[in-house]
């Protein structure tokens, strides 16, 4: 049955192009029949001479002949299809130029949403490469004003015992102090329940997982990801068994994870896993920290809303510390199939932005295809009513149009693999410009071509079976109704134009809303100066009592000492870094000596913290302003007494508001306490403090080599960090819309050239009856101005619309909205009276006379 | 475009069964059927106007298949033999070609005699 098959296939394929070698095989055999007639003619006593024409004219026509043997051959389905493609290709080669527009604006549009949707795809959509990911849920708590997937222990336990569920994991992503042979690393590191392996159906590629005996025991053992096994240990198969020292302890190397395993964060890969037990055992026995997320898994048939109902009764109950205000938080379970964690919440809106963005331009692009295949269309007019005539039939037809669309469709979307392929990996730099660079895997895979072929044969036959429907009715209606025809062709070019425009205004609107709030941001004064200042960050927690002390001084000496520097300071809570110690009424900052004079911030009363304070652990505090309000509305808050987390301090000094959380919140009320060394550095440099973050790292080698870097930024760079999801859906959306314009304006170009080139004559008359070139640019430009000012009509209610979409990235943009309007429609009537100028002075170039002889 | 039209003796699609037994006898070129179908009938004649069509025809079902070989007075011939499944087409075609036969006596029998 097989080898009957491949014949099959082997001669179809042999007559589908072989035609050539097929008729020459047909003629050959038709000679051999006629001479071997010839001869037996002959035997029989026939003259040579009368044999031969008798043998010949038995048999007819040989060409004729020959050509319906070779018809036995052609009826199917692909051999027609193939003769539809070489006529097709041979079509777009013969117009170059409309074929070079469409597949280049198709390619831009296919390959946008291709780059982002495999960055949708590989933060957001990919299952995790464990068993049936899709059983998979995570908790998470929903505050008021955020949501967190932070949990403690203690409600861990809680949750843990759910019949719901087959089982509740709980694992912390977490940075790794590596060391190996004295010198310090930070590995991305995962802390893991022992059921979180056999939960998730994940098993070890080489030795062993981690297991709930290893977890119980706090077992210091570690299994690696495959990434790092090949990259620090060469992929050597004696790896397991060794010793690597984390946080200061030797963990023994128990496995390998399998190759695509990365931990359960997509865009954070984990490197090592250790049981959660043997680092994270303070923090268990302490309520009052959250830092575990949990993953479960759903018994079968058990549905996520009785998941939800369970867990949400149990949370309930869970006692809360009460120093916590508010209203309590509520439970929520979400599918966690595709992994969950920060890098996915915070990229989930931006994305899906821009897949909205990036699906209208290649939703422009493909009205601007259609309208191209319908000015071509009437073009074709005369080569398509030949075919008729000679009896092509009118599905035979169609076909043919569509397989042209499908063809420049496909075309585009080869060309935008090409383009995703390389943009992808820039848009994922794009994202990680903050302390940990955010690593996905973006390798195009099968997901990513089956997208962008079904891309392509969809737009090819959506966006092409109007035009070839019409090219073909056109026809068959004969020419004497050739002129309302034309008339419903313009009205259908005229609704494409609009619509284009229409897209084009929300694609830009967007953008400029997204890069106004942008700019708002970055002109929030955010209390502080953030130029000229490096930050390092440490985490010399193997450092304890004296020895602390002892480092922090010479830290502080080495760095004040760098040529170049202006003053050295150290603090708990970076501004814009987040505020980590807080109470309901404040948050708390320790900060060194010349902490106020180094960040800038402004004293407003009293006197500033200094090294005294610092060293003698002094009951003192400065407060901002926002503090002095809030407690000392109608005193003098010098002198004043606060309790600050349980310790009565006197206020010294009050300073202005900075602002740590975010640019979008107000200042975060602070109260400052003296402190002498903190995890983070502040250097005010008089240069460019990039330029000495080599030097500032050389100084920590030379004091510690066992304190690795945590961080080493400029304070403006960190800023800049805080907006980087802000910036990349503005400046990315700024690009397509401008994309989308060039587009829209490309189709207009093509639909007055066309229509100019339609009212030559009728240009040449009012011409010659004494119009001016003036009339007659503005009589083109007029439709290019209806056409885009309905265009901008309907665009704009429904760009107003869709920023309600993501009114989360917006920032005090309602008050320039207007403005923003304005300055958009202007630029899209700029541009389009560009494209309709071009066509408009060619009108007005007709010389009446030619016109008019022409008709 | 079409399905040529095929003439003659194949208006009642016999002209394939011919074709498909005589190659059941083994291998045999164009000429070699038409030769062999003349001899052992005469009321049937074949034209070589439907004769290599219907080869081809059969080829590209992928009932028949063909080679170049050296005819007897040796000069290059195209040689057609049954593939496997034309040998199976063989056997359906000649009963239903019986069972058809059978009806049409049973019903015009009666009839004339």
């Given at each position: 049955m097989?080898?009957?098959?491949?014949?099959?296939?082997?001669?179809?394929?042999?007559?589908?192009?072989?035609?050539?070698?097929?008729?020459s095989?047909?003629?050959?055999?038709?000679?051999?029949?006629?001479?071997?007639?010839?001869?037996?003619?002959?035997?029989?006593?026939?003259?040579?001479?009368?044999?031969?024409?008798?043998?010949?004219?038995?048999?007819?026509?040989?060409?004729?002949?020959?050509?319906?043997?070779l018809?036995?051959?052609?009826?199917?389905?692909?051999?027609?299809?193939?003769?539809?493609?070489?006529?097709g290709?041979?079509?777009?080669r013969?117009?170059?130029?409309?074929t070079?527009?469409?597949?280049?604006?198709?390619?831009?549009?296919?390959?946008?949403?291709?780059?982002?949707?495999?960055?949708?795809?590989?933060?957001?959509?990919?299952?995790?490469?464990?068993?049936?990911?899709?059983?998979?849920?995570?908790?998470?708590?929903?505050?008021?004003?955020?949501?967190?997937?932070?949990?403690?222990n203690?409600?861990?336990?809680a949750?843990?015992?759910?019949?719901?569920?087959?089982?509740?994991?709980?694992?912390?992503?977490?940075?790794?102090?590596?060391t190996?042979?004295?010198?310090?690393?930070?590995?991305?590191?995962?802390?893991?329940?022992?059921?979180?392996?056999?939960?998730?159906?994940?098993?070890?590629?080489?030795g062993?997982?981690?297991?709930?005996?290893?977890?119980?025991?706090?077992?210091?053992?570690?299994?690696?990801?495959?990434?790092y096994?090949?990259?620090?240990?060469?992929?050597?198969?004696n790896?397991?068994?060794?010793?690597?020292?984390?946080?200061?302890?030797?963990?023994?190397?128990?496995?390998?994870?399998?190759?695509?395993?990365?931990?359960?964060?997509?865009?954070?890969?984990?490197?090592i896993?250790?049981?959660?037990?043997?680092?994270?055992?303070?923090?268990?026995?302490?309520?009052?920290?959250?830092?575990?997320?949990?993953?479960?898994?759903?018994?079968?048939?058990?549905?996520?809303?009785?998941?939800?109902a369970d867990?949400?009764?149990?949370?309930?109950?869970?006692p809360?510390?009460?120093?916590?205000?508010g209203?309590?938080?509520?439970?929520e379970?979400?599918p966690?199939g595709?992994?969950?964690?920060?890098?996915?919440m915070?990229?989930?809106?931006?994305?899906?932005?821009?897949?909205?963005a990036?699906?209208?331009?290649?939703?422009?692009?493909c009205?601007?295809?259609?309208?191209?295949?319908?000015?071509?269309?009437?073009?074709?007019?005369?080569?398509?009513?030949?075919?008729?005539?000679?009896?092509a039939?009118?599905?035979?037809?169609?076909?043919?149009?569509?397989?042209e669309?499908?063809?420049?469709?496909?075309?585009?979307?080869?060309?935008?693999?090409?383009?995703?392929?390389?943009?992808?990996?820039?848009?994922?730099?794009?994202?990680?410009?903050?302390?940990?660079?955010?690593?996905?895997?973006?390798?195009?895979?099968?997901r990513?071509?089956?997208?962008v072929?079904?891309?392509?044969?969809?737009?090819?036959?959506?966006?092409?079976?109007?035009?070839?429907?019409?090219?073909?009715?056109?026809?068959?209606?004969g020419?004497?109704?050739?002129?309302?025809l034309?008339?419903?062709?313009?009205?259908?070019?005229?609704?494409?134009?609009?619509?284009?425009?229409?897209?084009?205004?929300?694609?830009?609107?967007?953008?400029?809303?997204?890069?106004?709030?942008?700019?708002?941001?970055?002109?929030?004064?955010?209390?502080?100066?953030?130029?000229?200042?490096?930050?390092l960050?440490?985490?010399?927690?193997?450092?304890?009592?004296p020895?602390?002390?002892?480092?922090?001084?010479?830290?502080?000496?080495?760095?004040?000492?760098?040529?170049?520097?202006?003053?050295?300071?150290?603090?708990?809570?970076v501004?814009?870094?987040?505020?980590?110690?807080?109470?309901?009424?404040?948050?708390?900052?320790?900060?060194?000596?010349?902490?106020?004079e180094?960040?800038?911030?402004?004293?407003?009363?009293?006197?500033?913290?200094?090294?005294?304070?610092?060293?003698?652990?002094?009951?003192?505090?400065?407060?901002s302003?926002?503090?002095?309000?809030?407690?000392?509305?109608?005193?003098?808050?010098?002198?004043?007494?606060?309790d600050?987390?349980?310790?009565?301090r006197?206020?010294?000094?009050?300073?202005?508001?900075?602002?740590?959380?975010?640019?979008?919140?107000?200042?975060?009320?602070?109260?400052?306490?003296?402190?002498?060394?903190?995890?983070s550095?502040?250097?005010?440099?008089?240069?460019?403090?990039?330029?000495?973050?080599?030097?500032?790292?050389?100084?920590?080698?030379?004091?510690a080599?066992?304190?690795?870097?945590w961080?080493?930024?400029?304070?403006?760079?960190?800023?800049?960090?805080?907006?980087?999801k802000e910036?990349?859906?503005?400046?990315?959306?700024?690009?397509?819309?401008?994309?989308?314009?060039?587009?829209?304006?490309?189709?207009?170009?093509?639909?007055?050239s066309?229509a100019?080139s339609?009212?030559?004559?009728?240009?040449?008359?009012?011409m010659?009856?004494?119009?001016?070139?003036?009339?007659?640019?503005?009589?083109?430009l007029?439709?290019?101005?209806?056409?885009?000012?309905?265009?901008?009509?309907?665009?704009?209610?429904?760009?107003?619309?869709?920023?309600?979409?993501?009114?989360a990235?917006?920032?005090?943009?309602?008050?320039?909205?207007?403005?923003t309007l304005?300055f958009i429609?202007?630029?899209?009537?700029?541009?389009t009276?560009?494209?309709?100028?071009?066509?408009?002075?060619?009108?007005?170039?007709?010389?009446?006379?030619?016109?008019?002889?022409?008709e | 475009?079409?399905?040529?039209?095929?003439?003659?003796?194949?208006?009642?699609?016999?002209?394939?069964?011919?074709?498909?037994?005589?190659?059941?006898?083994?291998?045999?070129?164009?000429?070699?059927?038409?030769e062999?179908?003349?001899?052992?009938?005469?009321?049937?004649?074949v034209?070589?106007?439907?004769?290599?069509?219907a080869?081809?025809?059969?080829?590209?079902?992928?009932?028949?298949?063909?080679?170049?070989?050296?005819?007897?007075?040796?000069?290059?011939a195209?040689?057609?033999?049954?593939?496997?499944?034309?040998?199976?087409?063989?056997?359906?075609?000649?009963?239903?070609?019986?069972?058809?036969?059978?009806?049409?006596?049973?019903?015009?029998?009666?009839?004339?005699?």
């Open positions: 097989f080898t009957q098959f491949c014949i099959d296939v082997r001669t179809r394929i042999a007559a589908l192009f072989g035609r050539r070698r097929l008729y095989r047909a003629e050959e055999e038709l000679q051999f029949h006629a001479a071997m007639r010839e001869r037996r003619l002959i035997e029989s006593g026939l003259s040579p001479g009368e044999a031969h024409t008798r043998a010949h004219r038995e048999l007819g026509n040989p060409t004729l002949l020959a050509e319906r043997t018809d036995s051959w052609r009826y199917s389905f692909v051999d027609t299809l193939i003769q539809d493609i070489r006529y290709l041979r079509m777009l013969k117009n170059p130029g409309f070079a527009t469409a597949v280049l604006s198709l390619a831009l549009g296919i390959g946008a949403n291709a780059a982002i949707f495999s960055l949708f795809d590989a933060l957001l959509f990919r299952y995790l490469p464990v068993a049936m990911p899709q059983e998979l849920v995570v908790a998470t708590q929903r505050f008021t004003d955020r949501d967190s997937l932070m949990f403690n203690r409600q861990r336990e949750l843990a015992g759910s019949e719901t569920l087959v089982g509740l994991c709980a694992s912390r992503h977490s940075q790794l102090r590596a190996k042979s004295g010198e310090s690393h930070f590995a991305e590191g995962m802390l893991a329940s022992g059921n979180c392996f056999s939960l998730l159906g994940v098993s070890a590629v080489l062993r997982v981690i297991t709930q005996a290893d977890d119980a025991s706090a077992e210091p053992v570690a299994v690696l990801s495959h990434r096994w090949q990259g620090q240990f060469g992929a050597d198969p790896a397991i068994g060794q010793t690597i020292t984390l946080q200061d302890r030797p963990f023994t190397i128990i496995g390998v994870a399998p190759r695509g395993f990365t931990g359960l964060e997509p865009g954070v890969p984990a490197d896993i250790v049981p959660v037990k043997s680092l994270g055992g303070p923090l268990l026995s302490n309520p009052d920290v959250f830092w575990l997320r949990l993953l479960g898994r759903r018994k079968a048939r058990v549905s996520i809303e009785q998941v939800q867990l949400a009764v149990r949370f309930a109950r869970v809360r510390n009460p120093r916590m205000k209203p309590p938080p509520k439970l379970i979400v966690a595709s992994g969950f964690g920060d890098v996915r915070q990229f989930s809106l931006p994305l899906r932005i821009l897949m909205a990036v699906a209208l331009v290649l939703l422009i692009a009205m601007n295809l259609a309208g191209l295949l319908l000015a071509r269309a009437s073009g074709r007019r005369q080569e398509i009513n030949l075919r008729i005539a000679l009896g039939g009118r599905g035979r037809l169609l076909r043919q149009l569509l397989v669309s499908v063809l420049l469709s496909g075309l585009g979307g080869l060309l935008g693999l090409g383009i995703a392929w390389v943009v992808s990996p820039l848009l994922a730099q794009s994202m990680s410009r903050g302390r940990t660079p955010i690593v996905l895997d973006l390798a195009p895979d099968w990513i071509l089956a997208f072929a079904a891309m392509s044969l969809l737009t090819g036959i959506l966006f092409g079976i109007m035009p070839a429907l019409r090219a073909i009715r056109q026809q068959t209606l020419a004497q109704h050739g002129a309302r034309k008339a419903g062709s313009r009205s259908w070019s005229s609704a494409l134009i609009v619509s284009q425009v229409a897209l084009c205004v929300i694609v830009l609107v967007s953008a400029g809303l997204l890069l106004g709030s942008l700019r708002k941001l970055q002109q929030v004064d955010a209390g502080f100066r953030k130029d000229h200042m490096l930050m960050d440490i985490r010399p927690d193997n450092y304890k009592g020895a602390t002390l002892r480092l922090h001084r010479e830290l502080y000496q080495r760095f004040s000492d760098l040529p170049g520097v202006e003053s050295v300071t150290t603090f708990d809570d501004p814009l870094g987040g505020a980590n110690v807080t109470t309901n009424e404040f948050s708390i900052n320790s900060v060194g000596p010349r902490f106020f180094t960040m800038g911030i402004p004293l407003l009363a009293g006197r500033v913290l200094n090294e005294q304070d610092a060293l003698e652990r002094r009951p003192v505090t400065v407060i302003e926002s503090v002095a309000r809030k407690f000392f509305p109608d005193r003098n808050p010098l002198g004043q007494h606060l600050v987390f349980g310790k009565d006197e206020v010294i000094g009050v300073v202005r508001d900075a602002r740590y959380r975010s640019l979008r919140l107000p200042a975060e009320p602070m109260v400052y306490q003296p402190a002498f060394g903190a995890w550095y502040g250097i005010r440099t008089t240069g460019d403090p990039a330029r000495l973050a080599a030097a500032v790292r050389h100084e920590l080698r030379q004091a080599r066992d304190v690795p870097v961080a080493l930024d400029t304070l403006d760079a960190r800023v800049d960090a805080t907006l980087v910036r990349m859906v503005s400046s990315l959306c700024l690009w397509f819309g401008g994309f989308a314009l060039l587009i829209a304006c490309i189709g207009l170009y093509g639909r007055l066309y100019v339609e009212r030559t004559g009728e240009i040449g008359v009012r010659a009856l004494g119009a001016r070139q003036g009339q007659v640019v503005w009589m083109v007029k439709d290019a101005f209806i056409l885009t000012l309905f265009g901008i009509a309907i665009g704009v209610p429904l760009a107003l619309a869709s920023t309600q979409i993501f009114r990235l917006l920032f005090a943009v309602s008050a320039t909205e207007a403005d304005g429609a202007a630029c899209i009537i700029a541009a009276s560009i494209a309709g100028y071009l066509p408009a002075r060619r009108a007005a170039g007709v010389d009446p006379v030619i016109a008019l002889r022409a | 475009m079409g399905r040529p039209q095929q003439p003659g003796a194949d208006s009642v699609g016999t002209l394939d069964l011919l074709i498909l037994s005589r190659l059941a006898q083994g291998p045999m070129h164009g000429f070699g059927i038409a062999y179908l003349y001899q052992v009938s005469d009321a049937l004649h034209e070589e106007g439907s004769l290599y069509p080869l081809h025809r059969l080829e590209s079902q992928g009932l028949v298949e063909s080679t170049w070989g050296v005819s007897e007075n040796n000069r290059r195209r040689f057609y033999k049954l593939t496997p499944r034309g040998r199976k087409q063989v056997a359906v075609k000649v009963s239903d070609w019986r069972r058809m036969v059978e009806a049409v006596n049973r019903v015009i029998d009666p009839l004339v005699s």
